[in-house]
């Protein structure tokens, strides 16, 4: 079956630098991506996606990139603040074809310093 | 305006005792609805999943099981709970099945002791 694989599984940076998350998928036929932050005791929030028809994707001080061809996309974090602090979590889908299930990769605990 | 409910909040079981958790979607009609349960710092894994009343596909063979007695309404139980069943069970749902974002209830934190 699907599997989603995640990379680092923490990461600690400095207020103002970036952060970059990595993930892997293996099946081929995933077609959406989104990424989740999770912050102590709450939910899963959905904070950006991207589909297999778009290689990046900006909103604001984030970011997406997709490639394809190597099955991995990655999240980038500008300037990254103390309330950037959570756990990410990426995820694959493969759309409607797949009931919009999501495989989850395994989570990076990011902390920002002040 | 569509929103998703879940109770209870917290709960706290014996081994051995039975369990029912449920999730209620509103604004909205026809929903896939979807159980993740995450373990103390670990991540989200999908247990059961949900295209319409009374259909329910499992993602893991385990001690539990979902029904989906009315279209906006799923609910996930066990008979005899065991001690790793404890964790924090999230409901999601897809709002627009072409989009595929999927967003999570606020959860139902469980402790079987």
């Known amino acids: 079956g699907e599997n989603v694989e995640q990379h680092p599984s923490t990461l600690s940076v400095q207020e103002g630098d970036s952060a970059v998350i990595k993930c892997t998928y293996s099946d081929s036929a995933s077609n959406y991506f989104p990424w989740y932050k999770q912050e102590l005791g709450k939910r899963p929030q959905l904070i950006i996606d991207i589909r297999s028809n778009v290689g990046e994707k900006k909103d604001q001080r984030i970011a997406v990139t997709l490639n394809k061809t190597a099955k991995h996309f990655s999240l980038h974090i500008t300037e990254t603040q103390p309330e950037d602090s959570a756990v990410y979590f990426c995820a694959a889908s493969k759309g409607p074809g797949g009931y919009n299930k999501l495989i989850f990769g395994a989570g990076t605990r990011l902390a920002v310093h002040p | 305006s569509q929103t998703i409910h879940q109770w209870p909040a917290t709960l706290v079981q014996p081994v051995g005792s039975p369990l029912s958790l449920e999730c209620t979607v509103e604004g909205t009609s026809n929903p896939n609805l979807y159980w993740y349960r995450q373990a103390a710092g670990r991540g989200l894994q999908l247990l059961f999943y949900?295209?319409?009343?009374?259909?329910i596909s499992s993602e893991v063979p385990q001690n539990l099981s979902a029904s989906r007695p009315q279209d906006r309404q799923f609910i996930l139980s066990s008979k005899k709970l065991l001690l790793s069943d404890s964790g924090f069970y999230l409901c999601a749902w897809v709002p627009g099945l072409q989009s595929g974002e999927q967003y999570f209830g606020p959860g139902t934190r469980l402790t079987v002791t």
């Open positions: 949900s295209v319409g009343i009374g259909q």
